[in-house]
T-cell receptor
Framework: AQSVTQPDIHITVSEGASLELRCNYS??????LFWYVQSPGQGLQLLLK??????LVQGIKGFEAEFKRSQSSFNLRKPSVHWSDAAEYFC?????????????FGAGTRLAVHP | NAGVTQTPKFRVLKTGQSMTLLCAQD?????MYWYRQDPGMGLRLIHY???????AKGEVPDGYNVSRLKKQNFLLGLESAAPSQTSVYFC??????????????FGPGTRLTVL
């Protein structure tokens, strides 16, 4: 069955430090991949997406992600974290479910940023 | 352009009561979705609609009904609320083209508590 795994439930980093959030997926074909961010009490905002082509994609707020087919991974990175990046991050895979596009979400990684 | 809006933002129900959550979008999107978000589980699809007058079941449809009488609105109903339906509910919409993938836009969520 298709699934998305985010191995880290909570991550704490210091402001200015680099960040990498892990995402692994299980899907037979090349998936459409997404990272969303959710600030407390807010809805989900799309950070970036991968459909095809260059495996390193740039997103908003200085985030980037790299698609590695051999590892079935789509890890999110940021070179220098800001306090405002504290939020919950969701990786998602979109697949065609025989009638509709279905987004499968990982369980999320909650990021805390120390000053 | 308000995007996707949800009404109400918060609600507390007693077991057995009924209610309707309203989702509205002003982007003329064909597809609309209802998700629920529970801790440690990411978002799970309840029901979806690929156009006015059409609805279909997602992953966790039991205990919910939906209607899409107008293109811009997607209603989620709970006929007899149960404590297991305590959750945060998100609505999303996207353009309906199947040729090119379009991202889903999410509403701010409705926090529902069933006592």
């Amino acid at each position: 069955a298709q699934s998305v795994t985010q191995p880290d439930i909570h991550i704490t980093v210091s402001e200015g430090a680099s960040l990498e959030l892990r995402c692994n997926y299980s899907y037979g074909a090349t998936p459409y991949l997404f990272w969303y961010v959710q600030s407390p009490g807010q809805g989900l905002q799309l950070l970036l997406k991968y459909f095809s082509g260059d495996t390193l994609v740039q997103g908003i707020k200085g985030f980037e992600a790299e698609f590695k087919r051999s590892q079935s991974s789509f890890n999110l990175r940021k070179p220098s974290v800001h306090w405002s990046d504290a939020a919950e991050y969701f990786c998602a895979v979109d697949l065609w479910a025989g009638g509709y596009n279905k987004l499968i979400f990982g369980a999320g990684t909650r990021l805390a940023v120390h000053p | 352009n308000a995007g996707v809006t949800q009404t109400p933002k918060f609600r507390v129900l007693k077991t057995g009561q009924s209610m309707t959550l309203l989702c509205a979008q002003d982007m003329n999107h064909e597809y609309m979705y209802w998700y629920r978000q529970d801790p440690g589980m990411g978002l799970r699809l309840i029901h979806y609609s690929v156009g006015e007058g059409t609805t279909a079941k997602g992953e966790v449809p039991d205990g919910y009904n939906v209607s899409r009488l107008k293109k811009q609105n997607f209603l989620l109903g709970l006929e007899s609320a149960a404590p297991s339906q305590t959750s945060v509910y998100f609505c999303a919409s996207r353009e309906g083209s199947l040729a090119d993938y379009n991202e889903q836009f999410f509403g701010p969520g409705t926090r529902l508590t069933v006592l």
